[in-house]
């Protein structure tokens, strides 16, 4: 509770900024997001350590972004994944102003597809148990809520290498040619984590 507290008072000038900002903004349409909206991680595009897509149509505005070395505002549509199961969808201005218009969905991912456990921003968690709004809100405005190295939020309680494994064992994909150290890695974290 202390940490969603703390996120919320981080995130009040934000709101503020964030109420011009729509304000400013012409209005778009409601994106409508549904567990088909998600997809296996690795069909969408890398971008460094984390995946982006669009499901607006907007995948080439969404690279602009995620790309550009001073950052930028992602546009409607964008999504952005760096595990199977968490993802951020950026809505329609004026949606969230506090989220910067982001909305974070915990995910169950299987062959089958995705589920939805949770979506929202002050009570989704992730697998950690950490708060998804409240590391994101660290990221410095000029990186619209994206957490990176030198972006200004805390760090992965995890490697590199594991961040790479659970993306390559999203049970959404084919994974028959996964090797053998990424789907242990991953077994590893899945049973000493809770969900």
Not at 159 to 177: I, M, W
Request: hydrophobic share 40%.
């Amino acid at each position: 509770m202390h940490s969603t507290l703390r996120a919320l008072l981080l995130a009040l000038p934000l709101s503020f900024s964030g109420l011009a900002l729509a304000q400013d903004a012409p209005a778009s349409a409601p994106i409508e997001i549904t567990e088909k909206s998600f997809k296996c991680i690795r069909e969408m595009t890398k971008v460094r350590g984390f995946f982006v897509d669009n499901i607006a149509g907007n995948l080439e505005g969404t690279l602009k972004v995620a790309n550009s070395p001073t950052g930028g505002v992602y546009p409607p549509g964008s999504v952005v994944q760096l595990f199977p199961n968490e993802v951020m969808v950026k809505r329609e201005a004026g949606f969230s102003p506090v989220t910067r218009d982001w909305e974070f969905f915990e995910l169950d991912v299987s062959k089958d597809g995705s589920t939805i456990r949770k979506r929202g921003f002050a009570d989704v968690k992730n697998r950690f148990g950490g708060n998804c709004f409240a590391c994101h809100v660290q990221a410095k405005p000029e990186w619209d809520m994206i957490c990176e190295k030198g972006h200004g939020c805390e760090k992965l309680p995890i490697s590199g290498f594991a961040v790479t494994s659970l993306q390559n064992a999203d049970a959404r994909c084919d994974n028959k040619e996964m090797p053998l150290r990424h789907r242990f890695t991953d077994w590893m974290i899945r049973v000493f984590t809770p969900l």
